[in-house]
């Protein structure tokens, strides 16, 4: 079982405040991740990182924010939240192990989700 | 545009019979594919993977198959259990270089009618 923690697990709050959804893993993975999921849709890239003190921008455009100071924790903020972020935020994790072609055997173990409302 | 796309969102099967998943792709540098499973309410469990140099693999009732000329792959779980209900995604990865991610098809939920 995946040892990848997220907190809070639901969280309702008004427009404009600031809130920062915790991730915590204790596999010593250097890849971690966020993804935003709406119900019925694919899971988007937000945010990634290759290990401490690397953080890129993924393939959907999001006004969230994070940081990589350790390398079991991955905070995503949003300063000031609106309604159009109410969404599902997935954080995950992985060990890529190297090989050649075809040998990629990297597999992304996941948080349980924090499910964000925001009013 | 869709990288990752299956056509299904939902699909109903009866216990004990065969339940087949499908999903196709457009990016030919993909080489890496993998299956989650999801549960509302927690986030999504790996479940297999395969590699572009294979055209199956199997893991107890659940077996992937790669078609790569037709870029499709499709999960089989055999036989179907009431607790397999759930939505199902196909991800994708390019190469094995540091800097790839994965790319999520949009699920499909399936349901596993006792």
């Known amino acids: 079982e995946a040892d990848i923690y997220q907190t809070p697990r639901y969280l309702v709050i008004g427009t404009g405040k600031k809130i920062t959804l915790e991730c915590s893993q204790t596999?010593?993975?250097?890849?971690m991740y966020w993804y935003q999921q709406d119900p019925g849709m694919e899971l988007h890239l937000i945010h990634y990182?290759?290990?401490?003190?690397?953080?890129e921008k993924g393939d959907l455009s999001s006004e969230s924010t994070v940081s990589r100071i350790r390398t079991e924790h991955f905070p995503l903020t949003l300063e000031s939240a609106r309604p159009s972020h109410t969404s599902q935020y997935l954080c995950?994790?992985?060990?890529?192990?190297?090989?050649?072609?075809?040998?990629?055997?990297?597999?992304?173990?996941f948080g349980p989700g924090t499910r964000l409302t925001v009013l | 545009d869709q990288q990752v796309k299956q056509n299904s969102p939902s699909l109903s099967v009866q216990e004990g019979r065969i339940s087949i998943l499908n999903c196709d792709y457009t990016?030919?540098?993909?080489?890496?594919f993998l299956w989650y499973k999801k549960y509302p309410a927690e986030g999504p469990t790996f479940l297999i993977s395969?590699?572009?140099?294979?055209d199956k693999n199997e893991d107890g009732r659940f077996t992937v198959f790669l078609n790569k000329s037709a870029k499709h792959l499709s999960l089989h779980i055999v036989p179907s259990q009431p607790g397999d209900s759930a939505v199902y995604f196909c991800?994708?990865?390019?190469?094995?270089?540091?800097?790839?991610?994965?790319?999520f098809g949009p699920g499909t939920r399936l349901s596993v009618l006792p």
């Open positions: 395969i590699s572009s140099i294979k």
């Open positions: 596999m010593g993975h250097d890849k």
């Open positions: 991800a994708a990865s390019a190469g094995n270089n540091y800097g790839q991610n994965f790319v």
């Open positions: 995950a994790s992985s060990e890529q192990l190297a090989g050649g072609i075809g040998t990629n055997t990297d597999t992304q173990y």
């Open positions: 990182s290759y290990g401490v003190n690397s953080t």
């Open positions: 990016n030919s540098m993909f080489d890496y």
